[in-house]
């Protein structure tokens, strides 16, 4: 301590968890590197290593070795549950583009557009099927069970957000189901199976899944706002992805819950018409801001990061700990 | 025997395999509908429902049960895994339909077309998912390596087929490698999968995914035939689509490895370059004919439905295995 106080009190969380976790990731990026080779079809590595090595934080393998190893785990599966991850959530980033017909993508051009949507389905599928063939070699039935579970509530999630897009009687419970599916089943998952494979006990493994659960859901909200509010240069997604997409996310969903006719009428125009016109984005956030939905969905985000928090009590006294607390953290400080 | 001569005669093999595992396809059709279901999103069984129900044969599901019962297994696994082939199945051809911008399908609309890309890309997903916990559930760990191997070499050889597709360089080999992916993989999954549930012994095992792996290359070459030769009455789908799509299929690759100069400017144009004019399908396909290509295509798929057929030799005696015998001999029957 002491002398370091300055420094790593600049430090973000998910930079101490890189630091902290340095050989665990630098063994789960080899066995990336490895199980994404293709020796007949060199479209594969490509389209990957463009995603792939975009510069992601890899939070998501970050938070299975995190919860293992807290748990006490020596290794050597960890890695192989933390590629799984990665590779499931990069396969859903590829389908995500195609679907969203989405340009950009942490600050590049998405695959999509530099290669074609054929290549981004069928190499998001070669990714699938080799997270599942990295799954099944811990030889973990429980661990395989989580996972899969997760997989099918990330696709029911997706096609649950596609026909919900435009419609404007979408709840805040359907958004939270959205929302489950799209982040925080993978993050839960992550967290989960770590501890399962950690051998830790029952209360800890439900711990590790709810703080992955409520901090997926308070990062997606954090997403989502941000998408009416941050800048591409930011968050390396243009502003207005959502609005241009239709979708009905969580500050949408409050305003027009609370609208009165006239504003009413915007909403149906421009998210269940889909007639957009120039100067709408920006009616559209003055909306969400006068309304009090921007200020509402934030107070959600908070409340859930605090949930995540609170659920690591049960857990060991570990440095790692305190960085999972601090991620939490972290991903709504942006919001405050 | 005797009466029953006559329609038997008559019974094609797979309407054989059909009655005889009548009980286990109940109940394999059961739990697809039981799994299909979403509770959430009505999109997703819809667009199930339109392929799954829409007559297909469910070959490789009844592979799956006939290698089992052929073994001697009394159940109740292999219920799971032919749902899960079929799965699979269906999930492939939901994304080769959005990737190959395919229009009809068994005879009807296809699901990107009735609906959209994004549905078909996403549902196929959730399938993807729900065939991975369908598959988990037996608890047989050597069985999830099989099936988790074969979604890995199918997704590998699509990718191969959409980057070779207007590669005049294409050899033999690499359509080899193409087909296994494309359909030999699940063929040879499916009864390979079937024998190692049943605790078949190591030879047997292997004979059951050499008859799968040569049936679905015989099965493969066949269609690639019928495609310049079958009427799409016949065979559910448009004669000349693999030529529209520009793809190097076993007939042209043969006709090109013999062309002459003029013959090679043709397939330049229209295979590598994709300048297709009216007649140049016709044109297409009196090539593939005098070349000779067309015949000895025919010849390979007949030597590969020999072999699937010597495979069984090792298997018990049993009325399974000389229907399976009989489906090896009727995927080329069709060509002769």
Chains 1, 2 share one sequence.
Not at 211 to 236: E, H, K, P, R, T
Request: charged letters at 25%; a negative charge.
């Amino acid at each position: 301590m002491g002398l370091d106080e300055g420094p790593n009190r600049a430090q973000k969380p998910h930079e101490a968890l890189a630091d902290w976790l340095a050989d665990d990731m630098q063994a789960v990026n080899a066995l990336i590197r490895d199980r994404m080779a293709s020796e007949h079809a060199p479209r594969i590595p490509q389209v990957t290593a463009h995603l792939i090595e975009a510069g992601g934080k890899r939070l998501r393998p970050m938070l299975v070795a995190a919860a293992a190893r807290l748990c006490g785990y020596a290794g050597p599966w960890h890695v192989h549950l933390a590629a799984t991850v990665e590779f499931i959530h990069t396969a859903t980033l590829l389908h995500d583009d195609v679907v969203d017909e989405s340009q950009r993508r942490r600050g590049r051009p998405t695959a999509n557009l530099l290669w074609d949507n054929k290549s981004s389905v069928l190499v998001g599928d070669y990714l699938f099927a080799r997270a599942f063939q990295l799954m099944v070699e811990p030889g973990n039935l429980r661990v395989l069970s989580i996972l899969s579970n997760a997989a099918a509530t990330i696709a029911e999630g997706e096609v649950l957000q596609l026909t919900a897009a435009q419609d404007l009687r979408t709840t805040e419970e359907v958004y939270l189901q959205i929302v489950r599916g799209k982040t925080a089943a993978l993050f839960s998952a992550a967290t989960e199976s770590g501890g399962v494979i950690a051998g830790a006990p029952e209360d800890q493994v439900r711990a590790l899944f709810t703080y992955g659960d409520a901090l997926g859901i308070a990062f997606q909200i954090a997403d989502d706002l941000l998408d009416y509010g941050g800048s591409a240069a930011v968050i390396g997604k243009n502003t207005g992805d959502d609005f241009r997409e239709r979708k009905l996310t969580l500050p949408v969903i409050k305003a027009v819950a609370r609208a009165g006719d006239a504003d009413r009428a915007f909403w149906q125009r421009v998210i269940a018409r889909g007639d957009q016109q120039p100067g709408d984005l920006d009616h559209a956030m003055g909306l969400l801001t006068t309304s009090g939905a921007m200020a509402d969905a934030r107070a959600d985000a908070l409340a859930w990061s605090a949930r995540a928090r609170a659920a690591l009590a049960v857990l060991p006294d570990h440095p790692l700990r305190g960085m999972l607390d601090g991620l939490a953290d972290y991903v709504v400080e942006r919001l405050v």
